[in-house]
Structure formats: structure tokens, C-alpha cells
């Protein structure tokens, strides 16, 4: 953990310096701008406004892995050499935010959830209900780049089945941000039990999505040796393995393909009213069949 730490500092040192270079970089095009004619000068703000977004990133990045070490030092403080549990990250992003239910989803290939990373039950639960359910706001994000905010009887009006399901659990209004600048590699969320999400948490969610979205380019979250990954600097864990496990002993036994096998998991689970995760553990470890 001492290593973690460590690791964690020095990211929040160099993400630091990369905020200050796109600084300096956006104050010299803002200068150039100030000396030239209104025609050139649209362009240096322009450019400046480029570098300007990424100095916000990268200071949103540096802000996280600085909270994730002040976790972890604390934890190591209180009791000993403790490991982590997988949704520390989502945790450390809800604190930012203000939100108390945090979940980050990563999806792999042909957009399957890879890793889900939940900050407190409330928000575990609803990632689970839109799984079973096959609609929410993650399944919405699908080849868009906008966010997505959604409040009050909006909720039920936007989703016939996950709307009042997820309003069952308290939740009141839902934001989901892709990682961005690819919104392929998954989604931020935030379940809110006030009937509104405010536009500083949205904000702000947009910049801690856009500091994991730069994160996982820079380093493949899936690698599989133990050096360093995203998964590994933001705490982060592959919980979905059982699941992936499960859809192909179903594609096995069914002879269909791994996506007809996941359809057929979710709706088992959505039958017994069980996560996903609970289903895949009984065909993996139980001997439960779905053909």
C-alpha cells in the first residue's frame, strides 16, 4: 500500500506539471490573440480554449489521485496494511461530486462491462437493475459523447421498466458522463436522491470523466501483467470476470454465442430479482444451468 501511495504521488506530480504546460501553452495563444487582428486572434482563442480543457483535466486527474492517496494513507493510518475494496475509486469520485452513490463502468470488446466500481449499495444496486434490465443510462450513452441527466417523473417517462425501479431505491434523478475523449471505454454515473442533479456536479463529473477517459488511453486498463494500469492506479478491480466465466459455460450449454448466453443470464437474473453477478456465481460455482 506504501508502494500505492507512492505511485499515486508521483501521478498527482506529474499530472500537475502536464496542467501547467497546456497553461502556459493557452496563456501564450491568449497573448498572441490580445496583440493580433480580431480575424487571427479567433483563432489563437480557439487554440487556447483547446489547451485550457486539458489543463482542467489533467487538474481534475491530479485532484483524484491525490484524494485516492489520502484514502489509502489514512487507511494505512487505522489499520495497518489493509487492502482497498474495489469501489474506492467511485467512492473518491462521489466525495468530489458531493453525491454519496458513485458507480464507474469500463467496457471491453463489442461494449461488454468489464469492470464496475460502486461507491456505497445504493449505487451497485441501480448498475444492477439497468444489467437485468437491459435499459438506463449507460445502456442510453451507447454511441453518443453528451451526457445524460435525468430527474424526477422524467425518470419513469425516459425508461418504462428502470425508471420506477431505480425510483424504488430512493433515487430521485441520474447523471452519466462518457469517458471521454472515446465514450467506448464506459461511463461515470451518479444516483442522486434529491429530485435534481446541479449543473457544478455535472460539471464536474464531465472533468473527472474526462481525467479517467485520458487515464485509461495512456494506460491500458486490461493489461495483464503487474505493472502499472489504470485499474491499478485508481484502485480499481475486475468483478466482472465471474460473469464473462458464466456467459461461456452458458454458450457451452446452450451452443449460442456469448451474447445470447449474457441475455440469458440477465434475464434470469431479472426473473429471480437477483444481480447478475449473484447468477453468474451459481453457474460457475454451483452447477446452475440455464438450458
Not at 504546460?21 to 496563456?27: G, H, P, R, S, V
Not at 462521489?94 to 453525491?99: D, T, Y
Not at 487515464?215 to 485499474?231: E, F, I, M, T, W
Request: charged fraction near 20%; glycine fraction near 8%; proline fraction near 4%.
Amino acid at each position: 500500500m506504501r508502494a500505492r501511495i507512492a505511485d499515486l504521488r508521483q501521478w498527482v506530480a506529474e499530472e500537475r506539471r502536464r496542467a501547467a504546460a497546456e497553461a502556459a501553452a493557452a496563456a501564450r495563444y491568449e497573448q498572441q490573440a490580445a496583440r493580433a487582428s480580431a480575424f487571427l486572434a479567433s483563432g489563437g482563442l480557439n487554440r487556447a480554449a483547446v489547451h485550457r480543457r486539458a489543463e482542467a483535466c489533467h487538474r481534475a486527474a491530479a485532484r483524484l489521485h491525490e484524494r485516492h492517496a489520502a484514502r489509502l494513507q489514512a487507511q494505512l493510518a487505522e489499520a495497518g496494511a489493509a487492502v482497498p475494496g474495489r469501489g474506492f475509486a467511485a467512492a473518491t469520485a462521489a466525495a468530489v461530486l458531493g453525491l454519496p452513490s458513485t458507480a464507474i463502468v469500463l467496457l471491453g470488446g463489442q461494449q461488454a462491462i468489464a469492470v464496475v466500481a460502486a461507491s456505497d449499495a445504493t449505487a451497485r444496486a441501480a448498475h444492477d437493475l439497468e444489467v437485468m434490465m437491459g435499459e438506463g443510462p449507460l445502456d442510453a450513452l451507447a454511441g453518443t459523447s453528451t451526457p445524460i441527466r435525468v430527474a424526477g417523473p422524467a425518470l419513469c417517462d425516459r425508461w418504462s421498466r428502470y425508471g420506477p425501479a431505480v425510483t424504488e431505491l430512493g433515487i430521485q434523478a441520474v447523471l452519466a458522463v462518457p469517458l471521454l475523449p472515446a465514450g467506448s471505454l464506459g461511463a461515470l454515473c451518479a444516483y442522486s436522491r434529491q429530485p435534481a442533479i446541479t449543473d457544478t456536479a455535472a460539471a464536474a463529473a464531465g472533468r473527472i470523466a474526462a481525467a479517467l477517459g485520458r487515464a485509461l488511453l495512456q494506460v491500458p486498463y486490461l493489461r495483464h501483467s503487474k505493472g502499472d494500469s489504470a485499474l491499478h492506479r485508481f484502485g480499481l478491480a475486475d468483478d466482472q470476470a465471474v460473469v464473462h466465466q458464466a456467459a461461456g459455460m452458458v454458450s457451452m450449454h446452450c451452443h449460442c454465442s456469448i451474447g445470447d448466453a449474457l441475455a440469458m443470464l440477465r434475464a434470469r437474473a431479472f426473473a429471480d430479482g437477483q444481480p447478475v453477478g449473484q447468477i453468474a456465481d451459481a453457474v460457475v460455482h454451483d452447477g446452475l444451468r440455464l438450458d
